[in-house]
């Protein structure tokens, strides 16, 4: 077909995680003629993930309230972290949910879509920059679609494919990594609709609800440390668990053997040197990446997201000023993030001579 035939869009958004879902929703709305095209993850992730969803619609999705975090992080003692009596209202108590991600990544999509993006599933992407814009080739069961596009806004996730290809540079923080195992079913009333969290000498363990019946149980630690070769199997999980003080019990006490696959995926802080270039910018993981001890990187991804979406909708002169202010908001960010994630850490002081700990307290991060 003649690229002058082809159809085109203002903007294709790439990856239909909470990021690009949140971009293609805010254009759509605005009239911008919007493609989300969406690869499906090769290997669905196997960690537990609570996510704080204001204003998303829940109804039917396998989504559970939270009701807290019980922590062991700085000495022995357990410590809890109620959401009820630390938010402002009960009618917020709603507001962490612990989720299957695979559902919600689903709801949101089909949300975009209802606000008039155009949802394209798609095997494998490739772009090419022309002259005024993009052409944007992908693969799908009906076989090959070519498009023209005006902008391309990276949702890739950790993997920032598009920044990337452009010549981004992906700045990594730590070597922080996961190490997954999901348990159950788990018989109801059995499992506590609440985070438990447990720092360890090589790193930190937690254990969440996965609905509608399951639990996962996460371990993560720097991937160069010899306790990452140990978690990469179950037996090698449940041996190290026997080092935990907490851990174990509350494992043990849901009555499923620890077996199965064990996911390792990378978890650490890291983020784009530079998120816009000519006729792209990146959102959520792609863009900035944070530590799992967060908890925040759904709401950070979708709040990305929306704002990638409205610096597009500027025009001229405006969007230019959008665009620096998009990378001037995403660069405080994380400067911020980094300097919180050091004061969390740091409050574990039991370890000092352990590597995992004392990367993060001394260790100065790249700039
Ligand atoms: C161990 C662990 C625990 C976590 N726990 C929490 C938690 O409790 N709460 C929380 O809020 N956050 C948590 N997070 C973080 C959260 O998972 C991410 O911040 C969030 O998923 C980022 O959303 P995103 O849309 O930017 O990227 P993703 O969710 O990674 O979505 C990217 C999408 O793009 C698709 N894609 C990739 N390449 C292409 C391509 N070339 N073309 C088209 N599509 C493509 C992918 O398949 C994927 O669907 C955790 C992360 C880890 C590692």
Redesign the pocket.
């Known amino acids: 077909m003649h690229p002058d035939m082809r159809p085109r869009f203002d903007v294709v958004v790439?990856?239909?995680?909470?990021?690009?879902t949140a971009a293609a929703m805010r254009l759509a709305r605005a009239g911008a003629k919007t493609l989300l095209?969406?690869?499906?993850?090769r290997r669905p992730?196997r960690?537990?993930?609570?996510?704080?969803l204001a204003g998303a619609a829940l109804p039917g999705l396998p989504a559970l309230p939270s009701y807290g975090v019980q922590s062991s992080w700085g000495g022995p003692a357990l410590l809890d972290h109620d959401f009820i009596t630390t938010i402002p209202s009960a009618a917020m108590a709603g507001l962490r949910w612990h989720v299957d991600r695979p559902a919600l990544?689903a709801r949101l999509r089909a949300e975009a879509e209802a606000a008039g993006a155009c949802l394209q599933p798609?095997t494998t992407?490739r772009w090419a920059r022309r002259p005024g814009g993009w052409q944007v080739e992908m693969e799908e069961t009906a076989g090959l679609r070519i498009i023209e596009a005006g902008w391309l806004v990276d949702?890739?996730?950790?993997?920032a494919?598009l920044a990337r290809s452009q010549g981004a540079q992906r700045i990594v923080g730590d070597r922080l990594a996961?190490f997954?195992v999901r348990l159950g079913p788990i018989p109801a009333g059995v499992l506590e609709q609440r985070t438990r969290l447990e720092a360890v000498r090589d790193g930190w363990w937690y254990l969440a609800p996965v609905p509608p019946d399951g639990a996962a149980l996460?371990f993560?630690t720097d991937g160069d440390l010899a306790a990452a070769r140990a978690a990469r199997t179950a037996a090698g999980l449940a041996t190290l668990l026997t080092g935990t003080r907490h851990m174990q019990g509350w494992v043990a006490a849901l009555g499923c053997p620890l077996a199965g696959p064990v996911q390792a995926?990378?978890?650490g802080m890291a983020w784009l040197a530079n998120a816009a270039g000519d006729g792209w910018l990146a959102?959520?993981?792609?863009a900035l990446?944070?530590d799992?001890l967060g908890?925040?990187?759904?709401?950070?991804?979708r709040a990305l997201?929306e704002q990638a979406g409205a610096t597009l909708l500027q025009d001229g002169p405006a969007r230019a000023a959008a665009l620096a202010d998009y990378q001037a908001h995403l660069s405080r960010r994380a400067a911020t993030y980094r300097r919180l994630l050091r004061q969390v850490y740091s409050a574990e002081w039991r370890w000092p001579e352990a590597p995992f700990w004392a990367r993060r307290a001394v260790a100065p991060c790249p700039e």
């Open positions: 790439l990856g239909g995680g909470p990021a690009g095209a969406h690869r499906p993850p992730a960690h537990a993930e609570t996510v704080i990544d798609v992407v949702c890739t996730g950790r993997g494919h996961a997954s996460t993560l995926a990378p978890a959102a959520g993981d792609a990446a944070g799992p908890g925040q990187g759904v709401a950070q991804a997201g």
